[in-house]
């Protein structure tokens, strides 16, 4: 499965893992073994830099947002985005988007969390706005 990039697809993900040997204490992850034993129905948070247009121009800005965990694929994980980014407006020609199809890593979990029941089920249960491919291309 492949990786976001800025030069590709406008956005992409930070090492949750990076900052913290950075900044340590001051920037706390979950231990190694959470972030690789997710499951189905799990919130993870991410941060994501996204490319966005701005009235000086072009910036890239950093959001952290939630996705729940819709599978494990090989040694990562397909979540679906749980929030609008604030940067960007929704729009067709905008891949990341509420509902979208988030490809992630453990080193990118800055968070973990427990959602209700009944919207894991609503999150779950409808198709994404945006699908992610699943091979290397």
Known sequence: MRRATIDDHYWQLESGEARHLEYGDAFWIPDDGQR???????????????????????????????????????????????NQPASLEPGSHVYLT?????????????????????????????????TWPRDES
């Open 36 to 82: 690789r034993q997710l499951k189905r129905g799990q919130a993870a948070k991410l941060l994501f830099q996204i490319e966005a247009e701005r009235p000086h121009g072009v910036e890239i800005t950093v959001e952290r947002m939630w996705v729940i965990v819709a599978e494990r694929v090989d040694e990562g994980y397909i979540g679906i985005l749980d």
């Open 98 to 130: 509420e509902g979208a199809e988030i490809p992630f890593w453990p080193e990118h979990v800055i968070d973990l969390d427990e959602p209700p029941a009944e919207w894991i089920e609503h999150r779950l249960g409808q198709p994404p706005t945006r």
